[in-house]
């Protein structure tokens, strides 16, 4: 089991900055890929960024060039900033991990909601 705990959530106004984090219980190094979705009202989850642990780093084409994602091993964390925010970014920010082994297993946290007023 991997308990995941997003922070960093917030209102803020157009063009402003935030920085999410994702928690995780146990060694992100090992673990296959993670990533940050999101769901607005009324619409579905959809990916916003993910590494892959031999892959590529992947972005929403509406988040490319504002957005960054990142991950410190150390601290087991991994780390969404985004910059340039827009209202239509607004929605419940969610990580998810998929580990591989030993166990495979895919995991999401609560969630933590991101508003951006115009």
């Known amino acids: 089991q991997v308990q995941l705990v997003e922070s960093g959530g917030g209102l803020v106004q157009a063009g402003e900055s935030l920085r999410l984090s994702c928690a995780a219980s146990q060694s992100i190094f090992s673990i296959a890929a993670m990533g940050w979705y999101r769901q607005a009202p009324g619409k579905q989850r959809e990916l916003v960024a993910a590494?892959?642990?031999?892959?590529?780093?992947n972005y929403a084409d509406s988040v490319k060039g504002r957005f960054t994602i990142s991950r410190d091993n150390a601290e087991n964390t991994m780390y969404l900033q985004m910059n340039s925010l827009k209202p239509t970014d607004t929605a419940v920010y969610y990580c998810r991990a998929i580990v591989a082994e030993p166990e495979p297993g895919d995991y999401w946290g609560q969630g933590t909601q991101v508003t951006v007023s115009s």
């Open positions: 590494w892959q642990k031999f892959g590529n780093t």
